[in-house]
């Protein structure tokens, strides 16, 4: 099974057609908050054969009021938790013992709008932000879960805009 994963989109429109290209290919769609519009949201959930989707701290009210704060699913026998952020941020130990009192064994977060993989006794996984990233350049992730298996790709994006500060440092490089 392919799942393409998102969070933090921060858009006021229809996602970009490359993400939406990316999300009509997968069996599934997980969007880990902060889509900030009913419009975003419902331009990931036309495209999307099916799709798991949890509200963020920016998002209007009106998501907030259709979305949960937090979900799970089971695909090919990986239970896979999704949440914005923990209760207490988005640090590494907080988010392990939340996938632990979720009871799954993959945890999706966002927030942070940079990827980051961490595989201890839990798999957590935020994917970055394809649109506006922090400290990271834009990015999505995919999934492959087969037979119990998962794999995770980081996958980058020409969609969003490029994080000041990485294309600063990469200036830096170029002039040595």
């Avoid at 006021?12 to 519009?37: C, N, S, Y």
């Amino acid at each position: 099974m392919k799942i393409a994963v998102l969070a933090d989109t921060h858009l006021r429109v229809k996602m970009p057609q490359e993400l939406l290209d990316v999300i009509k290919e997968a069996d599934l769609a997980v969007h880990a908050g902060d889509f900030i519009t009913s419009e975003a949201y419902e331009s990931v959930k036309e495209s999307a054969k099916r799709l798991v989707a949890v509200y963020g701290n920016s998002d209007d009210e009106d998501l907030k009021a259709t979305l949960p704060e937090s979900a799970s699913f089971e695909a090919e026998g990986v239970r896979i938790g999704v949440i914005h952020k923990g209760r207490h941020g988005t640090d590494i130990t907080n988010m392990r013992y939340l996938a632990l009192e979720m009871g799954v064994s993959v945890l999706i977060y966002g927030h942070i709008h940079s990827p980051v993989i961490d595989q201890t006794d839990v798999l957590l996984l935020c994917p970055g932000s394809p649109i506006f990233p922090r400290m990271a350049d834009p990015t999505m992730a995919m999934l492959e879960v087969r037979d119990g298996h998962v794999k995770v790709d980081i996958v980058k994006t020409s969609t969003g805009q490029m994080c000041r500060s990485i294309g600063y440092a990469r200036s830096l490089e170029d002039k040595q």
